[in-house]
């Protein structure tokens, strides 16, 4: 009981701090950007300037270009500044400016000290409006880029991730990897991503979050002045996109692992509309009720899981390494099973509700973290104050609610498996392992 308290004053302390900050946090537009503030209360000025699109701004072809550009801002130099020097002069104040990409938008981000933002703040101007593309060090951070995909690939859990994408969400953006293939980065040359990067830095595209306490005419002019360099662009619009699965399916990949490994992605609601607080609420209990019964109970897998992954595409996931996947699927339809007829416990939906937003909080103690949580709103949910009142909103759910949003978009499963294919019954991943009553076919 004395821990259920505390967790509960941690919330209430929260939920107090949040209406603070829905008070003051605000958005202001400037020559057709949107900026959001959101005053700190600290001597940490945190700014991410957000290009939307993600995995919807290139084809397949050029899958990673955006990616390596996203490098390429710092670490290859600006037209006043080499890389080296751009460093050195960051590094004299301890800060940071970088860029960064995946599948819905990309991020270039500065985080100082106040007192040194007169110091950084054109750096990182120079970063996002005159980056040189520098061919030199340009075939450095390609090779990197090479080498990361090569190491991602040889590790099993990202392999599987990979192989689930590019399965589940065939012939859509969603197929895409961020990080692209060594055969299309490696052909990639420093004039087509700069002239990719130009494509995409466009007044339509942007958002801007400052996490800082700094006067508003002065982020105001700060942010005009950067912007007078960038072009409009054509009307930009985010698309989004939901994955329904027509039957159940598996495909089976070959590969010479010590275990076997499975993933398996299901629908689940897009940000933005009714069912999303709900499922994932849900979507944290069944993780927790999956790793009891699958290892706990079972001991088919060292770390099992399951999750809501939220983007342009949301879905729900479960993967899994064993060494039994025959056994592991009659698990799993069993639990589910199971939680379609009787639903969540409701004590399970308080604890839970509770859990995850002191979580929540715990996380967002930085400004980093604060302004990426408004960012991934205002992009995914078109409400950028979600990160605000977001407990309130989970507040409210019923155990009915969080049980009918899984009983909702947990059917249909596209699941893949890579390891010894003579492990696996494919039948029972398509069909399912339980009969028309109760009993599961396997045990």
Same mark, same amino acid.
Request: hydrophobic share 40%; net charge neutral.
């Given at each position: 009981?004395?821990?259920?308290?505390?967790?509960?004053?941690?919330?209430?302390?929260?939920?107090?701090?949040?209406?603070?900050?829905? $008070?003051?946090?605000?958005?202001?537009?400037?020559?057709?950007?949107?900026v959001i503030v959101q005053p700190s209360g600290n001597d940490i000025v945190e700014i991410q300037t957000i290009i939307k699109g993600g995995v919807q701004n290139y084809p397949?072809?050029?899958?990673?270009?955006?990616?390596?550009?996203?490098?390429?801002?710092?670490?290859?130099?600006?037209?006043?500044?080499? /890389?080296?020097?751009?460093?050195?002069?960051?590094?004299? =104040?301890?800060?940071?400016?970088?860029?960064?990409?995946?599948?819905?938008?990309?991020?270039?981000?500065?985080?100082?000290?106040?007192?040194?933002?007169?110091?950084?703040?054109?750096?990182?101007?120079?970063?996002?409006?005159?980056?040189?593309?520098?061919?030199?060090?340009?075939?450095?951070?390609?090779?990197?880029?090479?080498? +990361?995909?090569?190491?991602?690939?040889?590790?099993?859990?990202?392999?599987?991730?990979?192989?689930?994408? /590019?399965?589940?969400?065939?012939g859509t953006n969603y197929a895409k990897d961020p990080s692209g293939t060594v055969a299309i980065v490696t052909a990639l040359t420093p004039a087509e991503t700069k002239a990719?990067?130009?494509?995409?830095?466009?007044?339509?595209?942007?958002?801007?979050?400052? =996490?800082?306490?700094?006067?508003?005419?002065?982020?105001?002019?700060?942010?005009?002045?950067?912007?007078?360099?960038? /072009?409009?662009?054509?009307?930009?619009?985010?698309?989004?996109?939901?994955?329904?699965?027509?039957?159940?399916?598996?495909? =089976?990949?070959?590969?010479?692992?010590?275990?076997?490994?499975?993933?398996?992605?299901?629908?689940?609601?897009?940000?933005?509309?009714?069912?999303?607080?709900?499922?994932?609420?849900?979507?944290?209990?069944?993780?927790?009720?999956?790793?009891?019964?699958?290892?706990?109970?079972?001991?088919?897998?060292?770390?099992?899981?399951?999750?809501?992954?939220?983007?342009?595409?949301?879905?729900?996931?479960?993967?899994?390494?064993?060494?039994?996947?025959?056994?592991?699927?009659?698990?799993?339809?069993?639990?589910?099973?199971?939680?379609?007829?009787?639903?969540?416990?409701?004590?399970?939906?308080?604890?839970?509700k509770v859990t995850y937003l002191t979580g929540f909080y715990y996380k967002n103690e930085t400004n980093s973290a604060q302004a990426s949580s408004i960012a991934a709103n205002?992009?995914?949910?078109?409400?950028? $104050?979600?990160?605000?009142?977001? =407990?309130?909103?989970?507040? /409210?759910?019923?155990?009915?609610?969080?049980?009918?949003?899984?009983?909702?978009?947990?059917?249909?499963?596209?699941?893949?498996?890579?390891?010894?294919?003579?492990?696996?019954?494919?039948?029972?991943?398509? +069909?399912?392992?339980?009969? +028309?009553?109760?009993?599961?076919?396997?045990?």
């Amino acid at each position: 009981m004395m821990k259920k308290y505390i967790i509960a004053l941690l919330v209430a302390a929260a939920i107090g701090n949040t209406a603070k900050a829905q $008070k003051q946090a605000y958005e202001t537009t400037v020559d057709g950007v949107k900026v959001i503030v959101q005053p700190s209360g600290n001597d940490i000025v945190e700014i991410q300037t957000i290009i939307k699109g993600g995995v919807q701004n290139y084809p397949a072809t050029k899958a990673g270009i955006e990616s390596l550009a996203m490098s390429a801002l710092t670490e290859c130099g600006t037209v006043k500044h080499d /890389k080296n020097s751009f460093k050195d002069e960051l590094d004299k =104040v301890s800060a940071t400016v970088y860029g960064s990409s995946n599948k819905n938008y990309s991020v270039v981000r500065m985080n100082c000290i106040k007192g040194d933002f007169d110091v950084v703040w054109p750096l990182y101007v120079e970063a996002i409006t005159q980056p040189k593309f520098d061919e030199k060090e340009f075939a450095r951070i390609k090779q990197d880029a090479i080498n +990361n995909i090569k190491q991602e690939d040889s590790q099993p859990d990202n392999a599987i991730d990979k192989y689930a994408d /590019k399965v589940a969400f065939a012939g859509t953006n969603y197929a895409k990897d961020p990080s692209g293939t060594v055969a299309i980065v490696t052909a990639l040359t420093p004039a087509e991503t700069k002239a990719y990067y130009q494509s995409i830095l466009t007044k339509s595209r942007l958002v801007i979050v400052v =996490v800082a306490d700094l006067d508003q005419a002065a982020i105001e002019s700060k942010v005009k002045a950067m912007l007078s360099g960038i /072009k409009q662009g054509p009307a930009f619009a985010f698309k989004k996109s939901t994955f329904r699965a027509d039957k159940n399916s598996i495909n =089976v990949e070959k590969r010479d692992l010590a275990t076997n490994y499975v993933e398996g992605i299901a629908s689940g609601p897009a940000a933005g509309t009714p069912d999303f607080n709900a499922f994932n609420v849900a979507m944290r209990i069944f993780s927790n009720m999956h790793f009891l019964e699958v290892r706990t109970n079972n001991g088919l897998s060292y770390a099992p899981q399951a999750w809501f992954s939220a983007g342009q595409t949301s879905t729900a996931r479960f993967s899994v390494s064993t060494t039994e996947p025959d056994k592991y699927i009659a698990v799993f339809d069993k639990l589910v099973d199971k939680i379609k007829r009787e639903g969540f416990k409701a004590d399970d939906v308080a604890d839970m509700k509770v859990t995850y937003l002191t979580g929540f909080y715990y996380k967002n103690e930085t400004n980093s973290a604060q302004a990426s949580s408004i960012a991934a709103n205002e992009v995914l949910h078109d409400n950028w $104050k979600r990160s605000l009142t977001m =407990v309130d909103d989970v507040k /409210k759910l019923t155990a009915d609610d969080v049980s009918n949003a899984f009983r909702k978009y947990i059917n249909n499963i596209v699941w893949v498996y890579q390891g010894d294919p003579k492990k696996v019954n494919q039948t029972l991943y398509i +069909n399912g392992t339980l009969h +028309n009553g109760d009993n599961p076919v396997m045990h």
